[in-house]
């Protein structure tokens, strides 16, 4: 008598982020996952780099879950972008959100976005950064406000919103992985999660 193969069961994963973004992301690869929002220290180390300190927030946040979630598959995400060789942040509101905009007029932007997955039971770690190269075209203070009130993007690093109207601030966008610049870069993550035993598609 042959037996039926049974199915291993589903490993769980928990994304380590309160982003509405990152969530819509995860969910475009169909998985089952729960989330939960670290609380971490964000302060940036003297002579770090940004993309050294984007890769090292995504580690903390993803270990901070995965201490009470031995057998979880913990994801932890950070993104950090780089203007004239300074990282920036989200801006919060519409006055720094016209200073960020200002300064990235006509200017190639690099965005960092870092991602770490952890497993504790099993002791594997896998994390890597996936650069975007965004160059805005000449904006005038006029655009600037029309785009700032029409969007509201005030909890994103750069103060644009590319999967929205931001992208018509924009002459051209180059990366590797196309969802890297809303935040979590599915080709380098789908990887990631094949590489720790999860099935996709």
């Known amino acids: 008598m042959s037996k039926t193969s049974e199915k291993a069961p589903e490993k769980k994963i928990i994304l380590a982020s309160s982003s509405i973004y990152r969530r819509g992301l995860l969910e475009r690869l169909r998985l089952t996952f729960e989330f939960e929002s670290p609380d971490i220290d964000e302060t940036v180390i003297g002579g770090e780099t940004p993309e050294t300190t984007c890769i090292r927030l995504a580690k903390a946040k993803a270990d901070t879950i995965a201490r009470h979630q ?15 060789g300074q990282a920036i942040s989200k801006p919060g509101s519409y006055g720094p959100a016209v200073e960020q905009l200002r300064a990235m007029s006509g200017q190639r932007i690099t965005f960092h976005s870092a991602v770490c997955l952890i497993q504790h039971d099993i002791q594997k770690t896998i994390e890597f950064s996936v650069p975007t190269h965004v160059t805005f075209r000449i904006l005038t203070d006029a655009e600037i406000h029309r785009y700032l009130i029409a969007e509201t993007p005030y909890d994103c690093a750069g103060s644009a919103k590319s999967e929205g109207l931001g992208i018509s601030l924009l002459d051209a966008i180059e990366s590797t992985d196309p969802t890297a610049l809303i935040g979590l870069p599915l080709i380098a993550l789908s990887k990631a999660l094949r590489d720790f035993g999860v099935e996709l598609p």
């Open 70 to 84: 031995l057998a979880a598959i913990v994801i932890g995400c950070d993104q950090v972008a780089v203007v004239n």
